[in-house]
Structure formats: structure tokens, C-alpha cells
């Protein structure tokens, strides 16, 4: 199952978001295209968890 998140590169730092998602691809399948973010899982429920986490770890990178 695959779902997608339309990322606005206006609000997020696209370097940041990079090294955010590129930490993630050792555990999960996601990756970026265009302004699509696309996470794979095994449930809805568990994407939206990937996402909320990817999200949380993106805030702890930009505030470093």
C-alpha cells in the first residue's frame, strides 16, 4: 500500500527534508517526487505513523 502526501518545498528546507527522508529509507520505503512525498506500509495506520515520525524527526533536524 502506497500513499501520498503533497509536500509544499515553499515551507519545508528541502536539504533538511532530503537528509530527513534518505535517514528514513533504511527502515521504510519513501522517497520524494516532485512534491509528492510517497511512503509505502503494510497499512494506512502505519503510513500515517511513518509520516507523523518523518515529520517529528524533521523538526528535531531543523532545530539543530
Known amino acids: 500500500m502506497e ?8 515551507i519545508y ?12 529509507e ?3 520505503k519513501i522517497f520524494l517526487e ?3 512525498l ?3 506500509g503494510d497499512t494506512e495506520e502505519e503510513i500515517e505513523e511513518i509520516f507523523n515520525e518523518l515529520m ?3 523538526i528535531g533536524l ?3
Request: proline share 0%.
Open 56 to 58: 517529528n524527526y524533521y
Open 34 to 36: 516532485e512534491n509528492n
Open 26 to 28: 533504511e527502515v521504510t
Open 3 to 10: 500513499k501520498i502526501f503533497k509536500i509544499e518545498k515553499e
Open 38 to 40: 510517497i511512503i509505502s
Open 13 to 24: 528546507d528541502k536539504d533538511i527534508l532530503k537528509k530527513a527522508i534518505i535517514d528514513f
Open 62 to 64: 531543523f532545530n539543530q
